[in-house]
């Protein structure tokens, strides 16, 4: 047992951090507004990174703060198992109506990684209740991330994800990833080449027969790997070798749901409908956590067998539907139609690539590439190590540039707020620029 002491940084044990770099040279924010973080010592930062690609609407908005602080005084808690409270029923209508298709269902987690575990065994349990219990085989792709959850980090396709952690889940393959630097350097939106690459399905099925495979699970766009952007025409391709042979898709949106992309949802961008959509940061604008699955109703229509008095999905949590999340929820769906967010980032997608796609030739940048309001630069790993000049670029924009800057390995990544103005894109990618010189 140790003392507390005021100020001590040593008890935390940061996730997906450096942890013994930071608490030598902490990174420290204290307060958020609009477009910026806010130092404890008042220095504001530029957020390229939405929080976590999730502050879609920009920070501190008042009427989600508002609506949060009225269902505490309301209602903290209520039980989700075999009760109901009505914030929770309104959020899932929002969300069915504004999701493509039948995807009419909603099933309530807490986070990203929580809506991929669900997703994966709502598919599972579908194939029971269907009488295909041979259905077992899981399918992701390499260099995908659904979150960090013992099914996330299964089908996900990172190995610094995967390689501490055991044999992982049995009867999961992988497709091949859909980035092919010599093909796509420096693409602006969905690259030309790669629609092929869906085919490899075909092969998957016929390793391990098509009655073994229950679902395939993809991101519309790879985003926690550095985002690379879907080729034209794959997804597509991918729902129709699905189709031929009876197999789940299921669209991971965690980061491109909620106006990332220029829609509600990425399968509108791609006209793709799939069985399943995960679900979480944009719900909620990151305000409280919140993740779920959308479901079709064939889905959701399975499940209902049997005695009506029975469970029918043996899965949840705690916190499904935690009415400070619905209450944020509702504020933030609201803000996105008012403000017409959607439809903002989309016409913003052109501007952001004319921006990013100005870096091209500074030293050392190897491909730059954007899809919706994401943009990626790849730098060449110094001779100190790969991963060393992306931490160097984010511990200099943020101490030098006044900049909170997201990167993965060597690979800067942009995912502003829907509400950056052109004038912070430009602002955005000069800080970018002397933060790309300045760790050559």
């Given at each position: ?60 908005r008042e009427e989600i703060v508002r609506a949060i602080q009225e269902q505490a005084a309301e209602m903290d808690f209520s039980p989700p198992f075999q009760f109901g409270h009505p914030k929770a029923f309104q959020l899932a209508s929002r969300l069915a109506a504004m999701a493509p298709g039948d995807l009419n269902r909603v099933f309530f987690c807490n986070s990203g990684s929580e809506a991929v575990d669900t997703a994966l065994k709502i598919a ?298 052109e004038a912070q894109i430009g602002e955005l990618i000069e800080k970018i620029g002397r933060t790309i010189r300045a760790v050559a």
């Amino acid at each position: 047992m140790t003392t507390a002491a005021p100020n001590d940084l040593d008890a935390y044990w940061m996730p997906f951090t450096s942890n013994r770099a930071f608490k030598q040279a902490p990174r420290m924010v204290g307060s958020a507004k609009g477009m910026h973080y806010y130092t404890p010592e008042g220095r504001a930062l530029l957020d390229a990174a939405a929080g976590l690609w999730c502050v879609n609407t920009g920070h501190g908005r008042e009427e989600i703060v508002r609506a949060i602080q009225e269902q505490a005084a309301e209602m903290d808690f209520s039980p989700p198992f075999q009760f109901g409270h009505p914030k929770a029923f309104q959020l899932a209508s929002r969300l069915a109506a504004m999701a493509p298709g039948d995807l009419n269902r909603v099933f309530f987690c807490n986070s990203g990684s929580e809506a991929v575990d669900t997703a994966l065994k709502i598919a599972l349990a579908y194939w029971q209740a269907k009488g295909q219990g041979g259905r077992t085989r899981l399918i992701g792709r390499v260099r995908g991330y659904h979150g960090v959850g013992f099914g996330g980090i299964s089908v996900g396709g990172m190995v610094a994800n995967r390689k501490a952690f055991g044999s992982l889940l049995a009867g999961v393959d992988h497709l091949p990833t859909t980035y092919n630097r010599a093909e796509q350097a420096f693409s602006r939106g969905e690259p030309e080449w790669g629609a092929h690459l869906a085919d490899e399905l075909e092969n998957l099925v016929a390793l391990h027969d098509a009655s073994t495979i229950a679902a395939v699970i993809v991101e519309p766009m790879a985003g926690s790997t550095g985002a690379l952007p879907t080729p034209k025409g794959y997804l597509k391709r991918l729902r129709e070798i699905c189709d031929a042979y009876g197999i789940l898709l299921i669209f991971d949106e965690v980061i491109t749901g909620f106006g990332r992309m220029g829609y509600g949802f990425a399968a509108e961008r791609y006209d793709v409908l799939p069985d399943l959509i995960t679900f979480a940061k944009g719900v909620t604008a990151g305000s409280v956590p919140m993740g779920g699955v959308l479901a079709r109703d064939g889905i959701y229509d399975a499940f209902m067998q049997g005695p009506e008095k029975a469970v029918e999905l043996f899965h949840g949590y705690t916190y499904s539907a935690h009415p400070l999340a619905c209450a944020a929820g509702l504020a933030t769906l609201d803000l996105y139609a008012r403000e017409g967010l959607f439809a903002r980032a989309l016409a913003l997608e052109p501007v952001l690539a004319d921006a990013v796609h100005s870096l091209r030739g500074l030293p050392n940048v190897l491909d730059i590439r954007n899809v919706g309001l994401v943009a990626a630069v790849d730098l060449a790993p110094s001779a100190a190590g790969a991963g060393r000049r992306g931490f160097d670029a984010m511990n200099h924009a943020f101490h030098n540039e006044d900049l909170l800057l997201r990167t993965a390995g060597d690979t800067l990544v942009m995912s502003p707020a829907l509400i950056i103005s052109e004038a912070q894109i430009g602002e955005l990618i000069e800080k970018i620029g002397r933060t790309i010189r300045a760790v050559a």
